[in-house]
């Protein structure tokens, strides 16, 4: 038996940012994964959001993914599109890079980290006991750990095996997704006339990327070359001369959502914890961002900085994020509909669109950047994404991000040195002082005056504001890092 501090089932994006964030807490984690390599071909996911690409940026590694992918400013609800260029955000764009080379690059960073990935290795059963969690695998000598997380998508063998209830709602339509070959060149772009549909290409002189509405559900045979030729020609007319595919699936707008993202030692995050329609491209970066809740509060767990109880916080932070985006896909799902009734919504959505406070509001909700922690009463920032603020420390000129590089916990205090003591803390807080000058600007809050000092958590978010004094500090400082 292999043992480890904590075993993650699954090498997609999810698994592969919570193992980089539990290796930079130095905690010994390795990944179970059924493949034997990363695919080179086929990739679900197409992108990143704003959101994702600053939690990237937090670790020193968004580089790595901006110079394999193509950037642009525009966002969309329903294929309604908008412009995000005047987000509040450095990263104020999307990413267009499929999921297999995301995979690959951060492969790359967690191995550089010293992770252990057991690619052919699937975990197909685990019994979970008072300190840790057997694993049998597929493969190999089985995996003993201290916990753990099931990474493995909607279809999640971690989760069933623990028995957590996955409610929510049946599919009402389902699509096919291939990369092709055509003779003719299809109509770029999304459309909606005879279903959903859409033909765009992630390289110059790559394969073209189809999706299309399947005239009918239910079918779970593997589908083929002829069901999407049959559905592009339900839809369009022609298949455009389609001859051939190097990778086919299937997904619906099946919307459904883990009860508990825990039970005692084994955790979700991901699609085995949420599964929707991937209208808007909110799955992979919706797991990445539970990867980088989850993973500093679990390191710090096993490392006895702090209570079990900790993880509770997990649930109650990333459980209603996760809820919100299966409300909005769900929304859009119903305005891709046929019929003029549904023609008069998405027209009345595109005026509102075209109005700078609803856009701003919807841009900021689908791109990540309004997420707000429910942390209490208090400030404004509290529970929200720092923002990446140009910063002159005695070390000189740095970013608010570049000092999350290590994953540790920031005291940024602005103006005079405040007389308190952070030594106790100091194994996961560090306390520095800095100088900046002009507001804060939020997504939905515009400028907010600088407070004196802040509390911000490895994954970026603000866990107390102070004015003045120190007061309710010493609280923050032992609720998240004691």
């Given at each position: ?9 699954g090498a997609g994006p999810t698994g592969l940012m919570l ?318 509909g046929p019929g003029q009734r549904v023609d008069a919504l998405r027209d009345t ?134």
């Open positions: 038996m292999t043992e480890h501090a904590v075993v993650i089932a193992a980089g964030e539990l290796a930079l807490a130095g905690i010994d984690v390795a990944i179970a994964e059924r493949r034997t390599r990363h695919d080179l071909v086929g990739s679900r996911a197409g992108g990143m959001t704003p959101r994702t690409i600053e939690v990237l940026d937090q670790r020193g590694i968004a580089d790595r993914f901006l110079a394999q992918g193509t950037t642009g400013q525009n966002g969309h609800y329903s294929g309604i599109f908008f412009d995000t260029a005047d987000l509040p955000t450095r990263h104020n764009y999307g990413l267009g890079l499929q999921q297999h080379r995301i995979e690959r690059i951060l492969a790359d960073w967690v191995i550089e980290l010293g992770v252990s990935i057991y690619y052919g290795r699937e975990v197909i059963g685990f019994a979970q006991d008072a300190t840790g969690v057997d694993l049998a695998v597929s493969a190999g000598p089985p995996l003993r750990g201290s916990y753990l997380v099931g990474c493995d998508g909607g279809r999640s063998l971690v989760r069933k095996t623990a028995r957590i209830a996955f409610p929510g709602w049946d599919p009402s339509t389902s699509c096919l997704v291939a990369d092709v070959e055509m003779t003719s060149e299809p109509p770029w772009g999304l459309h909606r006339n005879g279903g959903f549909h859409s033909f765009f290409k992630f390289e110059d002189d790559g394969p073209v990327r189809v999706m299309v509405t399947e005239p009918r559900i239910g079918n779970v045979d593997e589908p083929t070359l002829r069901d999407i030729s049959e559905a592009l020609v339900c839809a369009r007319g022609t298949d455009y001369g389609l001859r051939s595919a190097t990778w086919i699936s299937r997904f619906t707008d099946a919307t459904r959502q883990a009860a508990t993202y825990r039970d005692r030692r084994v955790l979700l995050a991901g699609d085995a914890a949420h599964v929707h329609f991937p209208i808007g491209g909110q799955g992979l970066n919706t797991g990445m961002q539970d990867a980088v809740n989850l993973g500093w509060k679990l390191a710090q767990v096993i490392n006895g900085t702090s209570p079990e109880r900790l993880l509770d916080t997990y649930h109650a932070e990333r459980h209603p994020v996760a809820a919100r985006v299966l409300h909005n896909t769900m929304a859009q799902t119903a305005l891709n959505m595109a005026e509102l669109l075209g109005m700078h406070e609803p856009r701003m509001r919807v841009a900021a909700m689908m791109c990540g950047l309004d997420i707000h922690y429910d942390l209490g009463d208090g400030h404004a920032l509290l529970g929200r994404r720092m923002p990446d603020l140009d910063l002159r420390t005695a070390e000189g000129a740095t970013r608010v991000f570049a000092l999350l590089h290590e994953a540790r916990g920031i005291l940024l205090r602005f103006g005079q040195p405040w007389a308190f003591d952070i030594s106790p803390w100091a194994h996961r807080v560090s306390a520095i002082d800095a100088e900046h000058t002009g507001g804060w600007e939020l997504p939905d809050l515009c400028q907010v005056p600088t407070p004196d000092a802040v509390l911000i958590r490895p994954d970026g978010h603000v866990a107390w504001v102070g004015h003045g004094a120190a007061t309710g500090l010493r609280d923050a400082l032992n609720r998240w890092f004691a």
